[in-house]
């Protein structure tokens, strides 16, 4: 039982490229979600899928997209990666029975 | 106003004390809370959870909440060093939809002094 999975780990993108976050969860988790920290600006949600087939944006989604592929996976698309988006970012899931959400490891983005 | 405060810190206690970590939330009608331990470099962690009001234990931590006074806290009894690390306040406000988004203050750092 992995919990929340994340890839990459680390990912350095020249201004202007293009990557997916992938994410995958084996708890059964209906909602997943999309955040990213920056220093003094706490987590904030990018997007999030409350089921399957759904999602919905969250506070700064602009130049992210996202796909709920099924119920396990949830990835976070970067069309023109800029420096703004340099963060750390986090999947996370929530359970339907205690609501309680975990977050996976992380994937640490630089934009040069 | 935020609608989820923490004092960021940081907050320095010698070991063995009792740390004390405080949340104020904005939203009267959040339901469900939330402390987080974060580690330098890793992901939220999940401590405790508490939905009504009164005292939470479990081990070393007791979550408390006040929905009167839109307060919730968490105290570390018997601080470690290995307790070092930033704690995340979250609320939340229902249980369905956008209702069901977790909140985050912006944490407060702790550092347990051996």
């Known amino acids: 039982n992995a919990g929340v999975t994340q890839t990459p780990k680390f990912q350095v993108l020249k201004t202007g490229q293009s990557m997916t976050l992938q994410c995958a969860q084996d708890m059964n988790h209906n909602s997943m979600y999309w955040y990213r920290q920056d220093p003094g600006m706490g987590l904030r949600l990018i997007y999030y899928?409350?089921?399957?087939?759904?999602?919905d944006k969250g506070e700064v989604p602009n130049g992210y997209n996202v796909s709920r592929l099924n119920k396990r996976e949830f990835s976070l698309r970067l069309e023109s990666a800029a420096p703004s988006q340099t963060s750390v970012y986090f999947c996370?899931?929530?359970?339907?029975?205690?609501?309680?959400?975990?977050f996976g490891p992380g994937t640490r983005l630089t934009v040069t | 106003q935020k609608e989820v405060e923490q004092n960021s810190g940081p907050l320095s206690v010698p070991e063995g004390a009792i740390a004390s970590l405080n949340c104020t939330y904005s939203?009267?009608?959040?339901?469900?809370f939330f402390w987080y331990r974060q580690y330098s470099g890793k992901s939220p962690e999940l401590i405790m959870s508490i939905y009504s009001n009164g005292d939470k234990e479990d081990g070393r931590f007791t979550a408390q909440l006040n929905k009167a006074s839109q307060y919730v806290s968490l105290l570390i009894r018997d601080s470690q060093p290995s307790d070092s690390a930033t704690y995340l306040c979250?609320?939340?406000?229902?249980?369905?939809?956008?209702?069901?988004?977790?909140?985050f203050g912006s944490g407060t750092q702790l550092t347990v002094l051996p």
């Open positions: 979250a609320v939340r406000r229902g249980a369905s939809g956008s209702a069901r988004q977790l909140t």
């Open positions: 899928s409350a089921s399957e087939g759904t999602t």
């Open positions: 939203d009267r009608g959040s339901q469900s």
């Open positions: 996370a899931g929530t359970g339907t029975v205690t609501h309680e959400q975990y």
